[in-house]
């Protein structure tokens, strides 16, 4: 499903770029936090996964109504970014980048397989709204692995 080296990447600067769950702060007033994103251990440069780009980019749209000092949670909306925070947050990986790897491909599509036990349900009970939402669900998983494909 997913390629290797969907961790780290290489930088412009020539540095690698890792990921990790960072904190974005739209209009210094408002948090973002478990956004997925490579950053550079040279240059400190950081961009978000490509796969996520879209989504932030909409979420952050939609921000201009919400309260000042409120804190959203990415992985919240973002099944992708919801797979990455429960890997890397289960903690330190001594088989270095494989094992890291491993551990998120194997949560994606079991994550995937939920996703599709659920949209079967939807479809027995015939919830067009669950429907709809778990296939946008499935649909952020998908555009993932196709992104890592290339």
Known sequence: ????????????????????????????????????????????????????????????????????GRRLSFAERNEWASVLKEVLSAGEFPGGFSELEESIREAAEARIDVLLDVYRLAVELADVKWMEETGTRLAQLAVQSAESAK
């Not at 969907?6 to 210094?28: P, Q, W």
């Not at 490579?38 to 952050?60: D, F, N, Q």
């Open 1 to 68: 499903m997913l390629k290797d080296n969907v961790v780290r990447k290489s930088c412009s600067c020539g540095g690698t770029m890792t990921i990790h769950m960072h904190t974005l702060i739209y209009s210094a007033k408002i948090k973002i936090t478990h956004v997925p994103v490579y950053t550079c251990g040279v240059c400190a440069r950081y961009e978000p996964l490509p796969s996520i780009k879209r989504e932030l980019g909409r979420l952050i749209g939609e921000l201009e109504n919400v309260i000042p």
